[in-house]
């Protein structure tokens, strides 16, 4: 049986005045969760945005859940059948996250007020904020709203998730709490995790999507990715001329990657960021990939 897809984008380009942030972007996906990975200004945002249905592409399709997003009821059907998390989220901090959470469930249109609220308590759960429910926003801490703003997202089980940067500024066992949450979403739901964790990515997503300067430079299984870097990472007592990146380790070994380990080096299992810098170069070392 084929997969059903969620989200099919033709040709789709954005341009901000003299920026072209997507530039001719085919990609469609279904069920299941996809990293999206680039360099900081690669277009993943903008991605997320259009497919959320808060920005309009210069140029190309997009169908979400089967529609066109022509008329104002398939656009209305589609927003209160997906979550999204923009990268950045604005709150009003005077609100108790209970209160914040229940009013993004009231603009989706829960109308019930007993059901509403045992779905706000439910992802407020999720996130492990139910028992800070009660404290105002802006009491709350960075890695603290950064859940509070997943909760919101996961509202109703949307069938489509999409996540910007969901687990910025959260602690590695919160982190591997969300994990969970994730790859339960993704049993059922079509979810897009735009991230500069090339961890999180490896855990969780068994495809991933590079994009780089508003296009597609890599498509495909994470190990597929991986596997561009065999025989590629090597450890040595000092840093390696000939590799493109090279860092000690707190063995006090050297990590290198690059082009080919030279004769007899010794080799090391490579990674999704070892791949991922390998494949966009010297350009993803300058700019960083944990952002
Ligand atoms: N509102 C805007 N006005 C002008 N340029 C913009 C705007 N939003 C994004 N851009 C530009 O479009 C390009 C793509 O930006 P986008 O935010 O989609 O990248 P990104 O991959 O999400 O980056 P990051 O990893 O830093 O979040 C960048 O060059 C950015 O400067």
Not at 113 to 141: F, M, N, Q, W, Y
Not at 149 to 154: D, F, G, S, V
Not at 196 to 222: I, S
Request: aromatic share 4%; charged share 25%; proline share 5%.
């Amino acid at each position: 049986m084929s997969t059903p897809t969620t989200i099919s984008l033709a040709g789709v380009a954005k341009r901000y005045r003299g920026t072209t942030a997507l530039d001719g972007v085919d990609l469609s996906f279904g069920p299941g969760i996809t990293g999206l990975l680039g360099p900081n200004g690669a277009g993943k945002t903008t991605l997320l945005r259009i497919a959320a249905t808060v920005l309009a592409p210069d140029a190309g399709d997009v169908r979400l859940l089967g529609r066109t997003l022509r008329s104002t009821e398939a656009l209305h059907d589609v927003r209160c059948r997906l979550g999204y998390l923009p990268q950045e989220m604005g709150f009003p901090r005077t609100f108790t996250g209970f209160g914040f959470v229940d009013y993004m469930a009231v603009l989706k249109e829960w109308t019930q007020r007993a059901p509403r609220h045992d779905e706000v308590r439910r992802v407020l759960a999720l996130v492990d904020l139910d028992g800070l429910a009660t404290k105002r926003v802006r009491t709350l801490s960075g890695g603290q709203r950064r859940r509070l703003a997943l909760a919101q997202a996961l509202l109703g089980e949307p069938s489509l998730l999409l996540l910007d940067e969901p687990t910025t500024g959260v602690d590695p066992e919160q982190r591997v709490a969300l994990r969970q949450v994730l790859s339960r979403a993704g049993e059922r739901s079509t979810v897009l995790l735009s991230t500069h964790q090339t961890e999180d990515v490896e855990a969780l997503c068994d495809r991933v999507v590079v994009l780089d300067r508003g296009r597609v430079r890599f498509d495909g299984a994470v190990t597929d990715l991986v596997a561009t870097a065999t025989g590629k990472v090597w450890l040595a007592d000092g840093p390696d001329p000939s590799a493109r990146a090279s860092w000690r380790t707190g063995t006090g070994r050297h990590r290198n990657v690059g082009e080919g380990a030279p004769a007899g080096a010794e080799a090391a299992e490579p990674t999704l960021e070892d791949a991922y810098l390998l494949l966009l170069g010297d350009r993803a070392r300058a700019e960083g990939v944990a952002a």
